[in-house]
DNA sequence: CGTCCACCCTGACCTAAGGTCAAGGTCAAG
DNA sequence: CTTGACCTTGACCTTAGGTCAGGGTGGACG
């Protein structure tokens, strides 16, 4: 046995596995110790220091690519480099501060996704007595547009808000949601719609897209998926959807066509 | 073209790359959706927001392969999940919180390594007038010290604020340190190494190192790493050391063998 | 003296969460 | 009819190590 530990007793004493030693000396971050007879690597008082500092530095977020020349430049240089390293880690420290806040929002309702006006929509549906299937797929059409076509989505919340003041309107919503168990060919379902089209041309002002939306290229594909969004539910909601959007085509209102 | 969204656009939604999204695919976290005719995927909403869900856990540092699962539980078990999550990225910030902290006492002196009454040693070498270098040194050997032998740590203060005290030692060790430059087979390294071991052994008391700490397996070789750190420096130091080593032996002291 | 166990050696492959490169198909515009 | 921006797949690269396989060493026990 010669003078210096073994690679076990150097890893125990930096904290770090016996793997960890072995790959800072093939990334050149410490230079190989001396062998012993039989091979073992023995380690001295430098090779321990160098370790613990490639350790406190690893541990601290540094890559480990840049530890090396880090280390091997001067005081000063070093200094103002632990300090950028500070610096950075206070950063990720704030970036996962905020993550764990929306995680927390996420948790406790829809305040992270939505703005105050589009919650308000929500539950007011769900005091008029709309299903909270009904309502979660709603919630889920307002983040949609929200980030796809948020040039039209205050108008959009404007028209909700518009008809669930509207009684009659809200009965002929809610029949429209029962209409998913309906025949796709059953005749009430485009009775249904004219009273629908009918309503929605009532107030025709609602009903105008921007024209700084229309004209953007994809803003049909958009627009397409925010509108049909849930459509697989049922085919006879599908069939009410189109047809009403035919009658107020019908009626000259121009909205993107997919 | 038909309807839903490119794989472009549905991943600047989520706000990730294209080569996320594929990955996502891949491990099976959000379903393929439909091709068009060309082959191209067309995201519907249902696979938007499933991104976002990804995408929103991924972000807090959930691992991908607990998200699935995740998602797919009932909602009661994902709120516990999430709070889950959320306690492990309080820990991951305090953790990281700590590490900068020390990387702050690391860039301002040595209070993160040493306890006070080591830092007061050290400044007081250097008031001595002993060389920078040599104070280094010294430091790098007391880290050393705390952290291989600890149990004799202490004594090996009391040992050097003693030495400290006394004028006469100072000089001999100002000598020792001198001695680098000299020729390892210099007279006046035997005279020294005699007047230091006379000194040394005017304190036998202070020599003395715990039966506790001898009986310990390896305490030899931590003991030497100790002993011999720097000695790398000249082949005069290692020679003076020898020799005041076997001095001290000759006369009695029984410290640890390597 | 043999045997056991803990430790050491090297080298090849595996992980997460994608990134990069290559080779080719598709689409709208000029 | 070509250009450029998009899409497709597949194979390999990255960070910071972990795991496994196959074999050598050293000290303790019987």
């Known amino acids: ?8 007793q150097a890893a125990a004493f930096a904290g770090v596995t016996i793997k960890t030693v072995r790959h800072y000396h093939r990334l050149g971050l410490v230079a190989e110790p001396e062998r012993d007879t039989s091979g073992y690597r023995r380690y001295r008082s430098t090779d321990l220091l160098r370790l613990v500092q490639v350790r406190t530095l690893a541990g601290a977020g540094v890559p480990l690519a840049e530890i090396g020349d880090l280390l091997d430049t001067d005081p000063e240089t070093f200094a103002g480099a632990l300090d950028d390293v500070r610096r950075r ?13 929306t995680l927390h929002r996420l948790a406790h309702g829809d305040r992270a996704l939505l703005p105050d006006r589009a919650c308000a929509v929500l539950e ?6 709309f299903s909270p299937d009904y309502v979660a797929g709603q919630r889920e059409g307002l983040v949609l547009a929200r980030a796809l076509i948020p040039e ?6 404007t028209q909700l808000e518009h008809r669930l003041a509207d009684p009659g309107f809200v009965a002929l919503t809610k029949r429209g949601w029962d209409a998913r168990s309906w025949d796709p060919d059953d005749p009430r379902i485009e009775e249904l719609a004219s009273a629908l089209a009918d309503k929605l041309l009532a107030d025709r002002a609602l009903l105008a897209v921007p ?6 290229a994809d803003a049909a594909s958009r627009y397409g998926v925010v509108n049909h969004h849930r459509e697989d539910q049922g085919p006879s909601i599908a069939r ?17 066509h997919r």
Do not use: H, S
């Open 240 to 256: 009410l959807n189109t047809l009403v959007e035919a009658k107020l085509r019908a009626a000259g209102i121009d909205f993107p």
């Open 152 to 157: 039209i989505f205050d108008g959009f919340l």
């Open 124 to 129: 007011r549906l769900a005091d008029l007595g």
């Open 89 to 101: 880690l206070t950063e990720r420290i704030e970036d996962l501060t905020a993550r764990r806040d």
């Open 211 to 216: 024209t700084g939306f229309r004209n953007r």
């Open 1 to 8: 046995m010669a003078g210096g530990l073994t690679i076990g």
